[in-house]
């Protein structure tokens, strides 16, 4: 039996996409590689090991037969920048094992890219496909050197990858971990338990947002797509909603006694340096990308699984 390899499974996105493969391609079909706090009741075939461990990835893709991978291993923007070798260690020499192995053994890619690829120089609304690219961290750094990447084995040895610049995602089943887009989620958790978030941008902050459900429908409408019909093997520009923190705030505030003060931080000159809002009109146009949830719908979800998460009543 064919199957599917997703890395850094029990991250924010993993941690969706797994069962959303499950319930498409069937249980025993996902391989679910963790490598640090995996959850004891994880419902999939775990894998743990370093991915920088080329030996164990081979033996695991061997072993399973894998013939896709997702590959989500990533240390995020804020977090990245604490210990920038590491993070180019592991984003960029995690992703070259992982290409080499699919061009060997003929596995199609998903990579995720992100916002995070431009940096200060590019237009900051309805930032373009097609534009200028000079991130100012690490993590911005691997995310265009990771697309070249990909284009360049896409060219050379015919390597089916397909990538997709995510806006900050948000859901409820798993928190962001190290992430400047953290603070779009971080108010829900901290709004619904406490009633108070200090968050760590200006409430003027604008950026590119997604409810996680459309991002995993599109991640796998991408790996589904018609091949003939992509025209960008580096990372499609992907978006659904823009606002400011300030208006996520009001917008929760509909809903929940809330109050929220801003004391920013050293994460503010990294969301100062993305864009403000996308152009996403290639996806669009490719591979008929179409989001789905607002935020209205988005905060009204969000709370009513949170609170059922958290044994609130509702
Ligand atoms: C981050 O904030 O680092 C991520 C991203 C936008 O890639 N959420």
Not at 165 to 182: F, M, V
Not at 269 to 287: N, T
Request: hydrophobic content about 40%; glycine content about 6%; some cysteine.
């Amino acid at each position: 039996m064919d199957r599917i390899l997703v890395t850094g499974a029990f991250g924010q996105i993993g941690t969706e996409l797994v069962p959303a493969l499950q319930k498409k391609y069937g249980k025993d079909a996902v391989i679910a590689h963790g490598h640090k706090n995996i959850p004891p009741d994880a419902d999939v075939e775990v894998v743990t090991f370093d991915i920088r461990e080329e030996g164990k990835l081979e033996e695991t893709i061997q072993k399973y037969n894998v013939k896709t991978i997702y590959h989500m291993v990533s240390l995020l923007s804020a977090v990245g920048e604490r210990d920038p070798s590491v993070t180019w260690d592991i984003n960029m020499n995690g992703l070259k094992f992982v290409l080499d192995l699919a061009v060997k053994h003929s596995i199609k890619v998903f990579w995720p890219s992100s916002i995070a690829a431009f940096g200060p120089t590019t237009p900051r609304e309805r930032t373009p496909q097609h534009t200028v690219m000079a991130p100012t961290t690490m993590y911005g750094v691997t995310k265009v050197a990771g697309e070249l990447l990909g284009q360049y084995y896409h060219k050379k040895y015919n390597l089916d990858i397909r990538s997709i610049r995510y806006p900050g995602l948000i859901s409820w089943k798993a928190e962001p971990g190290g992430g400047t887009t953290d603070y779009a989620v971080a108010v829900f958790y901290e709004g619904l338990k406490t009633g108070h978030y200090t968050c760590f941008v200006r409430p003027d902050t604008t950026l590119p947002m997604m409810y996680m459900d459309d991002a995993i429908r599109g991640t796998m409408a991408l790996m589904e797509a018609d091949p003939s019909r992509l025209t960008i093997r580096t990372s499609y520009n992907f978006a659904a909603l823009s606002f400011t923190a300030e208006e996520l705030a009001e917008e929760l505030k509909k809903h929940i006694p809330l109050n929220v003060d801003y004391k920013p931080d050293h994460r503010q000159q990294i969301a100062d340096s993305w864009p403000m809002s996308i152009d996403d009109s290639v996806a669009r146009q490719d591979w008929d990308w179409k989001h789905q949830i607002d935020l209205s719908a988005m905060t009204k979800t969000m709370l009513i699984e949170l609170r059922k998460k958290f044994g609130m009543k509702s």
